[in-house]
């Protein structure tokens, strides 16, 4: 039945997750087609959820999620002015989308970039300016800061790029904000900041204490395996958050969340010896992939790239026979996240299958 609706919506591509491990008998399948953390949350969260989640389902939580955000504050060296919670990252971006940008309005951004961009920008109904990135996978910035006229009102850096892993250098970052009006949001989205380990890459706490137009996204769903609960948080300008909690979903922030957020921030020395061990293991795949002779960019976060073009879904089904969930994005590339020691193996070996077939 045909109702009446924003036009906008027909042209917004649907989010998709990602798939399932491959079913197959006699095999282990993995997936890994979604960055998530392939281990549970550290055994200390787990009983901190255990002793207290029960207690408040039938409560709303805390909206604000003020002993999150008090917590967060002082960690970060900030005003609980600054900080906001929401539903994941994701839902932090999209507060700050729409409190700025709307019809009529430019959001620029790299392309290709985290999905949800697109969906979020449209559902404002403001337009996407996507900045192709350079051949190898990082931001242009030449081309964004080009970008800019009087319709932007946003300016969208990935810092690990989302799929291709590459890290934004100081420089670059930079150079960005001493291009950008002053009266212009830049966001830093560091989904992916605990894995960061390029000692170039620009750091956006620093950038924020230097520049007054600066928001950063951050979250729990990645390095903390907190994914199942949505849990992020933004960091930026006093009057900028306050606007953003309006926009807010009210309640979105569940206490179990909240809970478990708390109990990770205080198993910090816990999360760097899971972050340490999962570099590690993405350290072990490149040296292997550098061994098959196979080029991509040096990857930053939990997940790689391989830029296979129109070779991409011939690979893809390799991976799929094999019992590996990989993301797709046909004609350009597969991301492949950071799993289980065994999980990391067999994308090794099912590499070096596709190359010894000749498939690349």
Wanted: with cysteine; glycine share 8%; aromatic share 8%.
């Amino acid at each position: 039945m045909a109702f009446k609706h924003r036009s906008v919506v027909d042209s917004i591509p649907a989010y998709k997750q990602g798939k399932s491990a491959p079913k197959g008998a006699n095999r282990r399948a993995f997936k890994l087609s979604s960055n998530e953390n392939p281990y549970p949350p550290l055994p200390s969260v787990q009983k901190a959820i255990k002793d207290h989640a029960l207690d408040c389902i039938n409560r709303y939580p805390d909206m604000g999620g003020w002993k999150v955000v008090e917590r967060l504050a002082k960690d970060y060296g900030v005003d609980s002015e600054n900080v906001v919670l929401g539903c994941g990252s994701t839902e932090v971006i999209t507060q700050l989308v729409n409190l700025l940008a709307g019809p009529g309005d430019e959001v620029v951004y790299p392309w290709r970039s985290f999905e949800a961009y697109p969906i979020i920008v449209s559902g404002s109904g403001a337009a996407s300016v996507q900045i192709s990135n350079r051949l190898d996978g990082g931001h242009d910035f030449d081309a964004m800061i080009a970008a800019i006229n009087d319709k932007t009102r946003l300016i969208i850096v990935n810092n690990p790029n989302n799929p291709t892993s590459v890290s934004v250098r100081d420089d670059e970052a930079r150079r960005l904000m001493e291009a950008v009006p002053s009266d212009v949001i830049v966001l830093f989205d560091e989904a992916y900041v605990h894995f960061n380990t390029d000692p170039e890459t620009s750091v956006a706490m620093r950038l924020y204490r230097e520049y007054p137009n600066i928001v950063i996204a951050h979250t729990f769903s990645k390095a903390y395996g907190l994914a199942g609960l949505r849990i992020g948080f933004g960091i930026g300008p006093s009057e900028v958050i306050a606007d953003m909690r309006k926009l807010s979903l009210p309640f979105g922030v569940t206490q179990s969340a909240q809970i478990a957020a708390l109990a990770s921030l205080e198993a910090d020395a816990e999360l760097q010896e899971r972050v340490q061990a999962l570099i590690e293991e993405r350290d072990r795949i490149v040296t292997a992939l550098d061994a098959q002779g196979w080029q991509f960019p040096r990857p930053y976060a939990n997940f790689f790239w391989l830029p296979l073009g129109a070779k991409t879904a011939d690979a893809a089904a390799r991976f799929t026979d094999e019992g590996l969930s990989v993301r797709v994005f046909e004609g350009e590339g597969i991301r492949i996240s950071i799993g289980e020691v065994e999980a990391n193996t067999k994308v090794i070996e099912t590499c070096k299958k596709v190359k010894d077939d000749g498939i690349v």
